[in-house]
T-cell receptor, first 116, second 112 residues
Framework: GAVVSQHPSRVICKSGTSVKIECRSL??????MFWYRQFPKQSLMLMAT?????????EQGVEKDKFLINHASLTLSTLTVTSAHPEDSSFYIC????????????FGPGTRLTVL | QKEVEQNSGPLSVPEGAIASLNCTYS??????FFWYRQYSGKSPELIMS????GDKEDGRFTAQLNKASQYVSLLIRDSQPSDSATYLC????????????FGQGTTLQVKP
C-alpha cells in the first residue's frame, strides 16, 4: 500500500518551454500532497503544499506563477514549471499523505528535469 | 541555527555492526518525527515514524526520541551493505500542518 507514482521520470526540455509533472496516489486517497525540489548533494526543499480543490500554499521564495500546482482530485496533483530555465534543472519529488496514514508522507519516485 | 541538524558524514561502519544516526531539532513544540532512507538518484523511502519519548523498534531499526533534549536518533543493527544510503531526519515543525523540515542527511557506508 501507499504507492505514489510520478510521470515523467525524466524530462529534458529547451529553455523557455513549460513542463508538466504528474503525481498520483495509486492505492489511497491523498488529503494533501507536497512538492519538493532537491539539488545535488542537498536535502529536500519544500516548494508547496497542495490540497484537493483548493489553491496550493507556496513556501517563501517559491514563485507561484512559475510553479503552477493543480490538485484536481484526491489522487492527482500536477506541477507545471512554466518558462523553464537552466536554473530550474533539479530533481522534483512529490509526496502524499493519506486519510488513514496520520501524517506520514509517502514519496513518488521523482522527476529529473534538465533544462537546456 | 538550522531547524533540523544532522551530521553529514560519511559514517562508515563494518558489516554486522550497529550504525547510530543522530538528529537535533530547534522547535521544542514539534510532535512528529520521521526517518527516511534515500539511495543515490532515488526518492526518499519512509523507514520509521516516532511520536512519543522513548524507543520504537521495527526489525533491525530502532528510533529513539528525547523531546526534552530535542534529539532523535536511528539505530540500525546488523548493518548490511544494502543499508548504505543517505538517511534523512524529518520533523513536523508546525503541528497538524503535515509540513516536514528535513535535515541535510547523513551518508552511511557499510563496508563488507
Amino acid at each position: 500500500g501507499a504507492v505514489v507514482s510520478q510521470h515523467p521520470s525524466r524530462v529534458i526540455c529547451k529553455s523557455g518551454t513549460s513542463v508538466k509533472i504528474e503525481c498520483r496516489s495509486l492505492d489511497f486517497q491523498a488529503t494533501t500532497m507536497f512538492w519538493y525540489r532537491q539539488f545535488p548533494k542537498q536535502s529536500l526543499m519544500l516548494m508547496a503544499t497542495s490540497n484537493e480543490g483548493s489553491k496550493a500554499t507556496y513556501e517563501q521564495g517559491v514563485e507561484k506563477d512559475k510553479f503552477l500546482i493543480n490538485h484536481a482530485s484526491l489522487t492527482l496533483s500536477t506541477l507545471t514549471v512554466t518558462s523553464a530555465h537552466p536554473e530550474d534543472s533539479s530533481f522534483y519529488i512529490c509526496s502524499a499523505v493519506g486519510q488513514a496514514s496520520y501524517n506520514e508522507q509517502f514519496f513518488g519516485p521523482g522527476t529529473r528535469l534538465t533544462v537546456l | 541555527q538550522k531547524e533540523v541538524e544532522q551530521n553529514s558524514g560519511p559514517l562508515s561502519v563494518p558489516e554486522g555492526a550497529i550504525a547510530s544516526l543522530n538528529c537535533t531539532y530547534s522547535d521544542r513544540g514539534s510532535q512528529s518525527f520521521f526517518w527516511y532512507r534515500q539511495y543515490s538518484g532515488k526518492s526518499p523511502e519512509l523507514i520509521m515514524s516516532i511520536y512519543s519519548n522513548g524507543d520504537k523498534e521495527d526489525g533491525r531499526f530502532t528510533a529513539q526520541l528525547n523531546k526534552a533534549s530535542q534529539y532523535v536518533s536511528l539505530l540500525i543493527r546488523d548493518s548490511q551493505p544494502s543499508d548504505s544510503a543517505t538517511y534523512l531526519c524529518a520533523v513536523e515543525m508546525w503541528s497538524n500542518t503535515g509540513k516536514l523540515i528535513f535535515g541535510q542527511g547523513t551518508t552511511l557506508q557499510v563496508k563488507p
